[in-house]
């Protein structure tokens, strides 16, 4: 059974840093593309950042490109997302997600490729 459980989330101010976990059971990471997505209240799950197993690259959304950085310690099974910088617009739900086969730039942020999910865990940005 595969399970991907998220943690690290919290309430910080503007500017402050987070970095978010994501520990998988059932799951062996090397063979997977994991990802990051985030869900404000009311808008679309949106794509954060990824680590692609297919071709070794990180994907990062433009939208916090050179303040979010993705990473994983395949020893652990476990994702991480460092993030810096905090704005206010990044109050979401932060969701991990792990997919199997070949991923593209464009690909990489389709929620339907991946096919496993965690529940998501709250980060809250106070101006």
């Known amino acids: 059974q595969v399970q991907l459980k998220e943690g690290g989330g919290g309430l910080v101010q503007a500017g402050d840093s987070l970095r978010l976990s994501c520990t998988a059971s059932g799951v062996t990471f090397t063979i997977y593309t994991t990802a990051w997505f985030r869900q404000a209240p009311g808008k679309e799950r949106e794509f954060v950042a990824a680590?692609?197993?297919?071709?070794?690259?990180?994907y990062i959304a433009d939208s916090v490109k050179g303040r979010f950085t993705i990473s994983r310690d395949d020893a652990q099974n476990t994702l991480y997302l460092e993030m810096s910088g905090l704005k206010p617009d990044d109050t979401a739900d932060y969701f991990c997600?792990?997919?199997?086969?070949?991923?593209?730039?464009?690909?990489?942020?389709?929620?339907?490729?991946?096919?496993?999910w965690g529940q998501g865990t709250q980060v809250t940005i106070s101006s």
């Open positions: 997600a792990a997919g199997q086969g070949i991923f593209t730039t464009v690909t990489v942020a389709r929620k339907s490729k991946y096919a496993y």
């Open positions: 680590f692609s197993w297919n071709d070794g690259e990180t």
